[in-house]
């Protein structure tokens, strides 16, 4: 974990993986019950590419080899009438546990 930003005003904490390492919210949750918090909801903002996996599409992080599951929504439906294959997801990280699912807010090329 790198660039860690925390404000306690907004109840929120912003950070980056760095290549290679994988998203685990389980970690992340441990470490804000164990300041005293409560964990909330993890967004995330992360650029890869859109992949088919057993019969669904998966996004895979750059620089990873972490795959999450893309929930059906509005969001995904326009992604995939577009057709693009590499974007930038904000997306709601979905699950506690491997595997995890992405809920898509929003996309870029």
């Known amino acids: 974990m790198k660039n860690l930003n925390v404000s306690l005003e907004k109840a929120e904490a912003a950070f980056s993986l760095a290549p290679g ?23 995330i903002t992360a650029r890869g590419n859109v992949v088919t996996g057993d019969g669904r599409l998966l996004f895979q992080a750059a620089g990873s080899s972490q795959h999450f599951s ?9 992604l995939k009438s577009e057709g693009f294959k590499e974007v930038q997801l904000d997306a709601k ?5 491997a595997p995890l699912s992405l809920e898509i807010l929003g996309y870029k090329k």
């Open 93 to 97: 990280v979905v699950g506690e546990k």
């Open 21 to 43: 390492k994988e998203l685990k919210p389980e970690v992340l949750r441990k470490a804000v019950s164990e300041a005293g918090f409560t964990p909330r909801d993890i967004f």
């Open 70 to 78: 893309l929930v059906e929504n509005a969001e995904l439906s326009k």
